[in-house]
């Protein structure tokens, strides 16, 4: 882009357009103020770009002075597609199929307790969750987040996805947030007569979601005969192939303690895994139970 200057003394608009007139017995003060604000003279610049052509702008001298003067046109489209981002990321933080009380929470909404040793650590892996978001891309690690009922797994992955949504948002971005049960669930539903998704097509959609939680994984997500119990481990397992191939990272929170976890999953799905994981255990005190009222009557 190409851009040149003109004289533009012969164009200035007459001083008594800029400046104010003066009001008896308030002009020294007036006067005073006036000499020290910016110059507003405006100077005419021409610009050049591969898109909207020749054209000319009229911009304070301040502005031509930065020698830097952008195709105006170029700069309101930016301007409209950077407020029309801002819009749809606000909506798609507004619908995420999260719990509800973690929908647009942030790592503000994180209390910090326990001793020094748990706070240390706790903060340690606070640190990493706004990295790991901040940096979100393709090829990024899985994260595991195991431990006992109540110890915020399932709030640290929500203030996570919540975070890369913020920082990380682009136009095509999709997010998920699935209970492993709830799955098991929709895949069923996809063999009705009247679904329009096939299993297949449910699967690849979840697969390719930019970011995907899956959510208390072993929690009532096996049918209790041993054949189906099979299938559905298979089917999580075709997901987590699938985000695999596509260099998609995978957020897991479970119960299970990591090694039950990955003899849960099976070899080819925690093969996978474990090729780039961070493990994360909670083990600290539950939430619930600190905070929690319990009144024996
Ligand atoms: N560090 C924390 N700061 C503030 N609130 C928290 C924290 N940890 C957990 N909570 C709150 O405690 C409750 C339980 O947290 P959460 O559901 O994330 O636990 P969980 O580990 O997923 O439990 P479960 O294994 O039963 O699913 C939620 O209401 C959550 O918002
Ligand atoms: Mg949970
Ligand atoms: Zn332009």
């Not at 990024?140 to 640290?156: E, Q, V, Y």
């Not at 971005?173 to 063999?191: C, D, L, N, P």
């Not at 192939?241 to 897991?252: E, G, K, V």
Request: hydrophobic share 35%; net charge positive.
């Amino acid at each position: 882009m190409n851009t040149a200057y003109e004289n533009a003394s012969l164009r200035r608009p007459r001083p008594e357009l800029l400046e104010p007139t003066h009001t008896a017995g308030r002009g020294n003060a007036l006067d005073s103020v006036m000499s020290r604000m910016p110059s507003f003279n405006t100077v005419s610049v021409a610009t050049d770009c591969a898109k909207h052509g020749k054209q000319r702008w009229q911009v304070t001298e301040a502005v031509a002075n930065t020698g830097n003067v952008q195709c105006q046109k170029c700069q309101w489209e930016h301007d409209a597609q950077q407020e029309q981002l801002q819009y749809l990321k606000g909506s798609l933080l507004a619908s995420l199929d999260i719990p509800s009380e973690h929908i647009n929470a942030d790592f503000s909404q994180w209390t910090v307790g326990g001793d020094d040793q748990t706070r240390a650590r706790i903060a340690k892996i606070i640190n990493f969750a706004k990295h790991y978001a901040a940096n979100y891309r393709k090829g990024h690690a899985n994260i595991l987040l195991t431990g006992n009922t109540g110890t915020g797994k399932t709030k640290l992955a929500c203030l996570i996805v919540n975070e890369i949504v913020r920082q990380r948002y682009y136009a095509q971005m999709t997010v998920a947030f699935k209970r492993s049960g709830q799955i098991q669930h929709e895949i069923k539903a996809t063999w009705d007569k009247t679904s329009s998704d096939s299993a297949a097509t449910y699967i690849e959609r979840l697969s390719r979601s930019t970011a995907l939680i899956i959510d208390e994984v072993g929690e009532g997500d096996t049918s209790a005969v041993d054949k189906w119990a099979d299938k559905d481990r298979e089917q999580l397992s075709a997901i987590i192939d699938r985000r695999y191939q596509l260099r998609l990272p995978t957020i897991i929170t479970t119960n299970m303690t990591e090694k039950e976890f990955y003899d849960h999953m099976g070899d080819r799905a925690s093969d996978r895994l474990r090729q780039n994981i961070v493990q994360i255990p909670c083990v600290w005190p539950s939430y619930r139970v600190l905070t929690g009222r319990v009144r024996t009557l």
